[in-house]
């Protein structure tokens, strides 16, 4: 579950505020950006393969519209980026998880062959 709060950054020349996610006890931002859809936008090498028009609003291609982008050729993607403090903490947080996980899954496949003999 993610909350939004506010603070207060200062570059030491001026004072921002700044909207903050939280994700769990970790602070971040949401970077938004516009990208081509991949349903209905052709590429061959990362380049367009048709005669497709460019956004220079955008700044991405505009493909032909499909049921994924609603028929507008473009999508809107969101991602969770936390801050570079809270950076090592957060890696250190996904590692645990990824480790626990490791773990059980080796615990149901031990357990998964032992009830096969």
């Known amino acids: ?11 030491g020349e001026s004072r921002h505020r700044v909207r903050v996610v939280m994700r769990g ?13 991949t349903g209905c936008f052709e590429t061959v090498d990362g380049y367009p393969a048709g005669n497709y028009p460019y956004d220079e609003k955008a700044q991405c291609y505009i493909g032909a ?27 250190r947080w996904c590692d ?12 149901w496949r031990a357990r998964a062959a032992k009830g096969r003999k």
């Open 96 to 107: 645990a998880r990824w480790k626990r996980r490791e773990r059980l899954l080796a615990f």
């Open 65 to 91: 519209g499909c049921h994924e982008c609603g028929y507008r050729g473009k999508v809107r993607r969101a991602e969770w980026v936390p801050f570079p403090e809270v950076h090592e903490a957060w890696s």
């Open 1 to 11: 579950m993610q909350s939004i709060r506010y603070r207060m950054l200062d570059d």
């Open 25 to 37: 006890k970790f602070e971040g931002f949401v970077v938004r950006q516009t990208d081509s859809c």
